[in-house]
């Protein structure tokens, strides 16, 4: 089964930012991005369609912008004013694909 590649995590400040990335080897609709804390379940933080529609989960509207790169197969998750609260592994997933590795965020002082 088709699997899309994270990357982009790391460990930041709170206040600081991260750019996800999630790459395919074709173009792919729609992408969106989850999450899994340590001992909670699996949210969904952001998604895109192929005509740009976009859709945020509460917690991360005015911080979190989700974006594509057509050209580059690539969907993006541009995170800012990141919190603790924000520490997850982040997954990319259209319906068709199966889950990925993840990419570790840490925000931490």
């Known amino acids: 089964q088709v699997q899309l590649v994270e990357s982009g995590g790391g460990l930041v400040q709170p206040g600081g930012s991260l750019r996800l990335s999630c790459a395919a080897s074709?173009?792919?609709?729609?992408v969106n991005w989850y999450r899994q804390a340590p001992g909670k379940q699996r949210e969904l933080v952001a998604s895109i369609t192929g005509d740009g529609r976009r859709n945020y989960a509460d917690s991360v509207k005015g911080r979190f912008t989700i974006s594509r790169d057509n050209a580059k197969n690539t969907v993006y998750l541009q995170m800012n004013s990141l919190k603790p609260e924000d520490t997850a592994v982040y997954y990319c997933?259209?319906?068709?694909?199966?889950w990925g590795q993840g990419t570790q965020v840490t925000v931490s002082s």
């Open positions: 074709f173009s792919i609709n729609p």
């Open positions: 997933k259209n319906p068709s694909t199966s």
